[in-house]
């Protein structure tokens, strides 16, 4: 290995407890790491009807401490939902949130924690390092394999006013713990498994061909293609497959570790804009612009998307960005991922402002391998017009 041009760093959550039935080990993991009297739990709906908000209900009850809950988080949350649920306690003296459920439970725990030490508005926070203070600790418990969210210093907020969403991005939103168990994913629902698994692949594929990919990021993103790529069709397919299901929410946390240290890229810009104006969920907006970008990056990413070829286990004739893009195609299709964004009420008319919103998503644009005008970006949301 030749020395790299740039140097690099890594943070990420300082302890994991991972395996089926992990989530029983909250409460002793509290009593040993983490001295907690107040918590406040954010959930999701789907996190109570399985039980598992009473689970972690009764398990910081036994250990004394006084639990508040919120079970309704919003999907993809706004900031105007945020504001709301941080203005509920802005009274409350909490010494631990925790996060229960899919990305937007995750990220909407790791955004209160620092609203409630600080003076700041959530708007005011969005970009990078503009948290002022350090917020309450946070364990951080996923329920979908996708965000990768209980490992980065991120979290994604909604700005329908301005049809965008945009990260808040700050060391201070990194848990103190995190619960990586399977079993919360049993009965999460074949088009969640699917968006939210190709959610997990695009960031370990964009991870791995950005800009600012360093020898630890690769490392996470290589692992996190290898599991993903041979697991998503059988999680797919059969929700109870356990053993899918454990390596596909490794795999979603491998991608958040990769994404940690090199960033996302134009995917993700481009998603932006399509979940900010019209509420394309997002995974299924990064599935369908996988492919497209893609294609338009191989000429700059030929020799890194050949190792994506190889870590995904093509082989032969296949071992190559084309086999990558082609793979990609397939699984779109085995998924019943939408490829028309007329499905969701997008038309040709709409594609100049979409096009100059991603361009606006400076900080995933500049980690693209190959640069893009907005002409570029125009012609890939077209393709998506067929
Ligand atoms: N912070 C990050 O690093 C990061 C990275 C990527 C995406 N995101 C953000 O995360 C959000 C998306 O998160 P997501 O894709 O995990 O979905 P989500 O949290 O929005 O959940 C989607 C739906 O699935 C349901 N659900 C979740 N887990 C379930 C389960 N086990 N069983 C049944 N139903 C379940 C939820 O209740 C919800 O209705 C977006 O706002 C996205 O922008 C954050
Ligand atoms: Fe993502």
């Given amino acids: 290995m030749t020395a790299s041009s740039q140097t690099y760093q890594f ?11 992990a989530l029983g080990r909250l409460g002793e993991a509290l009593r040993l790491d983490i001295p907690v009297r107040n918590a406040l739990v954010m959930s999701q709906p789907s996190m109570f009807k399985q039980g598992f908000v009473t689970q972690v209900q009764s398990q910081l009850e036994k250990r004394g401490i006084v639990c508040a809950v919120i079970r309704d988080v919003m999907p993809e949350p706004t900031a105007d939902h ?6 509920r306690f802005r009274d409350s ?34 970009g990078v390092d503009k948290v002022e203070k350090p917020g309450i600790p946070t364990v951080l418990i996923p329920s979908t394999a996708g965000t990768g969210s209980e490992v980065t210093p991120n979290a994604i907020v909604t700005l329908p006013d301005q049809e965008l969403k945009i990260g808040v991005v700050s060391r201070y939103l990194l848990p103190r713990l995190v619960i990586l168990d399977p079993l919360l994913t049993r009965e999460l629902p074949h088009h969640h498994t699917a968006a939210t698994g190709m959610d997990a692949f695009t960031h370990a594929i964009e991870s791995y061909i950005s800009n600012k990919a360093n020898p630890i990021s690769d490392t996470f993103a290589l692992e996190s293609i290898r599991l993903i790529s041979r697991n998503i069709l059988a999680a797919y397919r059969d929700g109870g497959d356990m053993a899918a299901r454990e390596r596909m929410l490794l795999g979603s946390m491998y991608g958040g570790m990769a994404l940690t240290g090199s960033g996302t890229a134009a995917v993700h810009a481009l ?18 612009l996988l492919p497209h970008v893609m294609d338009f990056n191989k000429a700059e990413a030929g020799e890194r998307l050949r190792d994506v070829a190889e870590a995904m286990g093509l082989e032969g004739a296949s071992r190559n960005a084309e086999g990558v893009i082609r793979q990609i195609e397939q699984w779109t299709r085995e998924l019943a991922i939408p490829q028309d964004l007329r499905t969701f009420g997008v038309s040709g008319e709409d594609v100049p402002a979409l096009a100059q919103a991603a361009m606006k998503v400076t900080r995933l644009m500049q980690n693209n391998p190959r640069a893009m005008t907005v002409e570029d970006v125009e012609a890939v949301y077209r393709l998506l017009l067929p």
């Fill in 11 to 21: 943070q990420t959550a300082p302890q994991i407890i991972g395996g089926a039935g």
């Fill in 82 to 87: 945020i504001r709301d649920l941080c203005g």
């Fill in 93 to 126: 003296r909490f010494d631990l949130i925790v996060g229960l459920g899919g990305g937007s439970a995750l990220d909407v725990a790791k955004l209160i924690s620092v609203l409630l030490t600080n003076e700041q508005d959530v708007e005011e926070m969005l």
């Fill in 271 to 288: 998603a932006y804009p399509l979940g900010g104006k019209f509420n394309i969920p997002h995974g299924v907006a990064n599935s369908m």
